[in-house]
């Protein structure tokens, strides 16, 4: 099921030269068969409630077709080719609540996939025999493109905002909007 | 660090129905001793981007004092309590994107607490003995206040946009942004 991305249009919200930013990791989605899109583009819309970016990822994916399916994919390709580097940087005001992180902790990345389109409920990825809910599916394509990405971290420069990470599926650019720590109580299946 | 929740007060953007909604969710969060905020609140920014509510959670919880710490806990409650219903109340045209929901699946609820203040970066929970960095806690007090629990279906009833699931940390009305699947392949760290 991590295997679920779509391919994906439009920019979201956001400053002028954010926008522009979004428009590079932009490309073009048509739907396809089976597919249902919504009635409107929740893009569009007037927004319930307002986020702010805390940073950025830093990623060798320049393109969409360059970027991993997945976090397994990425890392996959970190470990099979030497010198890929993936990082957050975190902007000044935000680096105080890096404080406690160290090497080897694992953190849940929150992405804003500015690039996605919004408004497809039904998607039919490639790689599926059928078409599935947006909410089976990892797809950057959904109503809020909020991308989750469980990472270790390999190195912490606080000062200067930077996590080196194991590896990211997403676009070099890509806004952050949270981090949070993995813990095991909370984030296996419970035991039934 | 599950248990990282904090107190909180201030309320989200949005509509004026929605503000007076999260102000019932709110509570006050006086900042405590080793506790660092920002300099600006994030929530009174020019967003950098825009949420819309996809529908809302039906929890036990009505009060701030009510809510369990963690989603281990809501579960601990939940098996305690007879009688305890959670669910998950998708506005209608978002329900084509349960299509392939069913009882026994695992998926992370990602919800936006209105009712949390945004500028605490370094917090100092009560049950914790030092002051933690936002981004080591899983409080709702964060720059962009996304909760993320993960739970398991009980029951679907996609045309109404109803999902009955075992637990939820969250208090009731509290807006729900997102629903994914939990993959084993993505969810659970990397060897090394």
Sequence with gaps: MA????????????SQQE??????????????????????????????????YIGHAK??????????????????????????GFSLQIDEPYRPGLADYRPGQVVF???????????????????????????????????NPIGLSLVSILEVEQERGIIVVDALDCLDGTPIIDLKPWTQTADIPAAR
């Design 109 to 143: 990345v929150l992405m804003w996939m500015d690039g996605a389109r919004r408004d497809l409920i039904v998607q039919a990825p490639k790689h599926r025999e059928r078409p599935a809910g947006v909410f089976s599916l990892r797809s950057p394509v959904r109503p």
């Design 59 to 84: 990623t060798p994916w320049v393109g969409p077709g360059e970027c991993p399916r997945n976090i397994r994919q990425a890392r996959e390709r970190a470990e099979a080719e030497a010198g890929l």
């Design 3 to 14: 295997d679920d991305r779509n391919d994906s249009g439009t920019v979201g919200s956001g």
């Design 19 to 52: 926008k522009s930013d979004a428009r590079a990791r932009s490309w073009e989605n048509p739907t396809r068969k089976g597919e249902i899109a919504l009635a409107f583009d929740p893009g569009e819309r007037t927004p319930d409630a307002g986020l702010v």
